[in-house]
């Protein structure tokens, strides 16, 4: 356990400069580093095919995504943020951390066990059998945002203005 | 005890939640609105991995993480070629530029 909090506290240590970093495309690495640790503490948890698609897809797919867009939108990309905010952040997160603190202690007093037998079969067994029809959504999403994506990339026309 | 351990996953994903949540009050660029938004996700699917895990039922807690990194994928997708549009309409990538909408 103690190994997986020092994993949790180096995930919303990435997070964190993931959002306070200035320069985006060090925001966006950050973020990738976020997904790395994230993807690791699946695969402690015992949860191995969401760890892969946590790393392969999240910190590898998007993170290219999001540098291409950093560097198509490069000469506009500085936008001056408040300076209040990386000023006011400490106090703001300092607060949030104890009021964080006593309501998970509230909801371990509140709940008495998680109730629940141990599953029968493998992760394959309960995706294709259980929750096949989240895989029809699955593919109707990607679908989408195909579609999407080329609609919003789509040659304008000389007949239309 | 496992209950124990569930309840430090919970409160290290509402720390995300928070931070995320930070960003998208504060920040003015679309990017870094963004990623704070991908950072609440992470915390949400920490949130549902953990309470799998807690509740010996990871396997679907786990196909539930996979459907959301999927769905993930196809909202970045589609919601990071909205900015490049808006970029190239307003040559900016502030958000206060986007009060044209107003009605």
Redesign the interface.
Known sequence: ?TF??IL??A??LA??A??LAKD?LK??VA?AV??LF?GI??FR???P??GV??IS??AG??TV??M???A??K???D????KT?KVV?PL??AV??LI??F???G??AQ?P???????A???G???WK??SF?LI??LA??L??VF??LA??RKRNHHDH | MIINEWVVYLLFAAVLFFLGLYCLLTMRNLIKLFIGIEVIGKGVSLVLLSTGWARQSIFLAQSLVVTYIVIEVSLVATALAVIINLYRVNQTLDIRSLTRLKG
Request: charge should be negative.
């Open positions: 356990m997986q909090i949790l506290a995930l919303v997070s964190a993931a959002i985006l925001s966006a973020l976020a997904s994230l503490i699946f948890m015992g949860a095919y969401a698609f946590e897809v999240v797919l998007i995504l999001f291409l867009t950093i198509l939108t000469q506009g990309g936008v001056r943020e408040s905010v952040f703001f997160f949030f951390l964080d603190f309501v998970m202690r909801i371990l709940v066990a998680l109730e629940g037998a141990a599953e079969g493998t992760f067994d309960v995706l259980e929750r989240d959504g699955q999403v990607i989408a945002g999407a994506v919003l990339f």
